[in-house]
């Protein structure tokens, strides 16, 4: 059947329902509301405008860290909540949040002394409950050189190795969606909530939304209605009539892309830019991604893209901290750019100003979460529905909601428990696909890394006889279109598989293919195909703002 067919019959019994609470916006933020939600018992609705993490949930450094700069700014609370939140994110979803370790090398004239280093990254592990290999190490000179040969010489003191996690926003996002499905939320992408309903007593009771797939307009109701909209909160904030006091400020985080053999750093780093700011490089497979910048936004939410400057920025960055590299425009091959959705706060700039998070709820009922990090998600959704159930206490008689269990609560359909299953699954997909590929190790690594265990159900959807890279991304598309809401090729190559950004020169031959394909899925007309086409071609254009 026609994927389109079952979302039909899917919206029509939507339509038919009444919630318990409506989650506007499918980034991490949403997703994580849902899931808490659903798993206390509540009947829940999700509808994200676009696909979901389009918004700042696939546009950030991918770590799911302690944040190190908070400490510098005493923000203990933080450091302490985000610290602990890797471990529990970690052992819940292991095939998406990997142990990395981060070097920060240390200079005389750099952010952080040596001592200081020292006794900071002791404070970090102890707020976060780091134990064992993992607790920080301090290196001299010539052994943090041994481990980054190209790092600048002159006046490097040492380093420090600390804990960190790496993942893919996009993947853990629609991991935790696709969990939450499976405990009976409802969800819906390309679906905007365009106003909202209010009962007798002016209480927000539900929303009207848009239907961008089918152009088709129509209501849903439910008790409670809560926006994790991020940069788009205060919009719908307007829309409830109540944007006043505090208000959102949307900071500009830019990343670069370059082929690892041009930036061939071992490790993930995180360090000093001239201007006294700090910035990680981060290697991934055949790419080294290097961000971020930080400066104030207010061009078009649904388009941002990288400037010439901030590309500039970025590459002196690294020339001045790895002289010998020498990056040049030529070698980028691509960029994206996020919109941090932080909390406004006077005489402060885009980086002095807070990650916490914030809930507002309106006089009308609205509640709108906003701030936070990728890494708090778990708990910024704790903390949402906890008000939710405060809410529907007021209109429910019974008072029977569940506590949060989120942290028991396995992400994915089948969940990996640990890195050694992780591993034990590595190789033997590397194994079932040897004699397709030649360099079979990284390609059931990308696999796994992406997809965790379902990844067998990519391979053994493969055809009779030979595979090629076409075969590949043919069964991607195949599992995403039926397991994981893919309408679009934009979907597929950027939020399900991350190809656009990260193996571009690989995947760039087949886009043609791609879009094809899809037509042929969803049985697309020839003006949808050229459209759809257009759009590809345009991100990629928007991606290689440098060219
Ligand atoms: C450059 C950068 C780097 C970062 N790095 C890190 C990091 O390494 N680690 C970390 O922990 N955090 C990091 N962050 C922060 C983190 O990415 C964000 O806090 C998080 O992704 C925000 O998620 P969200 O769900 O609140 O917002 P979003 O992901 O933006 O989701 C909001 C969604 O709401 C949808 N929406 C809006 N209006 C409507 C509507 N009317 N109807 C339906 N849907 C709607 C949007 O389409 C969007 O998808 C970074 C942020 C940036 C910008």
Redesign the pocket.
């Known amino acids: 059947m026609n994927p389109l067919h079952s979302r039909k019959i899917n919206i029509e019994k939507i339509e038919r329902s009444k919630y318990d609470l409506i989650i506007?916006?499918?980034?991490?933020?949403?997703a994580g509301i849902a899931l808490d939600a659903v798993s206390r018992g509540l009947q829940v609705l999700l509808?994200?405008?676009?696909d979901?993490?389009?918004?700042?949930?696939s546009?950030?450094?991918?770590?799911?860290?302690g944040g190190l700069r908070y400490l510098k700014q005493f923000e203990i609370s933080l450091v302490r909540e985000?610290g602990r939140e890797r471990a529990i994110v970690h052992k819940l979803c292991p095939h998406l949040v990997v142990p990395e370790k981060m070097l920060l090398p240390l200079y005389e004239d750099g952010s952080f002394g040596k001592f200081a280093t020292s006794l900071g990254l002791w404070v970090y592990d102890f707020l976060a409950d780091v134990e064992g290999d993992d607790k920080r190490l301090m290196l001299n000179k010539e052994e943090t050189l041994e481990q980054e040969p190209l790092l600048k010489k002159e006046k490097l003191t040492g380093g420090g190795f600390y804990a960190e996690y790496r993942t893919d926003?996009a993947r853990l996002t629609i991991e935790i969606i696709k969990t939450a499905r499976q405990l009976g939320a409802d969800v819906l992408n390309y679906?905007?909530?365009?106003s909202f309903l209010y009962n007798k007593n002016g209480q927000v009771n539900g929303i009207e939304v848009k239907d961008h797939l089918f152009d088709n307009n129509f209501k849903v109701k439910s008790d409670t209605v809560v926006s994790?909209?991020?940069?788009?909160v205060d919009?719908?904030r307007e829309k409830d009539g109540s944007l006043s006091k505090k208000r959102l400020f949307l900071?500009k985080?830019?990343?670069i892309v370059v082929p690892h053999e041009r930036f061939p750093v071992k490790n993930a780093l995180y360090f000093d830019v001239p201007d006294g700011r700090m910035i990680f490089a981060i290697p991934r497979w055949n790419v080294t991604y290097i961000?971020?910048t930080d400066t104030p936004y207010s061009g078009d939410k649904n388009r941002v893209l990288a400037k010439e400057e901030d590309v500039k920025y970025l590459m002196d960055a690294c020339n001045s901290m790895f002289p010998e590299i020498k990056l040049e425009k030529k070698d980028l091959s691509s960029t994206w750019a996020?919109?941090?959705?932080l909390i406004y706060e006077e005489d402060k700039n885009a980086s002095e100003m807070s990650?916490k998070d914030e809930i507002f709820k309106s006089k009308n009922g609205l509640i709108s979460i906003?701030g936070?990090?990728?890494?708090?998600y778990r708990k910024m959704a704790e903390r949402t529905v906890d008000v939710v159930i405060e809410n529907l206490k007021e209109v429910h008689s019974f008072e029977n909601f569940k506590a949060c269990k989120t942290d028991q609560i396995p992400i994915g359909r089948k969940p990996l428990k640990n890195m050694e299953e992780v591993h034990q699954c590595k190789a033997e997909i590397a194994n079932l696909i040897s004699e397709h590929f030649p360099n079979a190790a990284i390609v059931a690594d990308y696999l796994v890394a992406n997809y965790g265990k379902e990844a067998f159900d990519i391979v053994n959807g493969f055809p009779e006889g030979q595979i090629d890279q076409w075969e590949l991304i043919k069964a991607e598309i195949d599992f995403c279109v039926e397991n994981e809401m893919t309408f679009l090729p934009l979907d597929f190559l950027n939020r399900r598989s991350g190809r656009l950004y990260f193996d571009l020169d690989v995947t760039g031959p087949y886009i043609d293919q791609i879009v094809a394909y899809f037509a042929e899925i969803f049985g697309w007309n020839e003006t949808t195909l050229q459209q759809q086409k257009e759009l590809v071609a345009q991100t990629i254009k928007d991606a290689k703002v440098f060219d």
């Open positions: 506007i916006g499918g980034g991490v933020t949403g509808v994200e405008k676009g979901f993490a389009s918004g700042t949930s546009k950030s450094t991918k770590l799911i860290h985000v926003d679906v905007e909530a365009t994790a909209a991020g940069p788009w919009e719908l900071s985080g830019v990343h961000g971020t996020g919109l941090r959705p990650r906003a936070g990090k990728l890494t708090g």
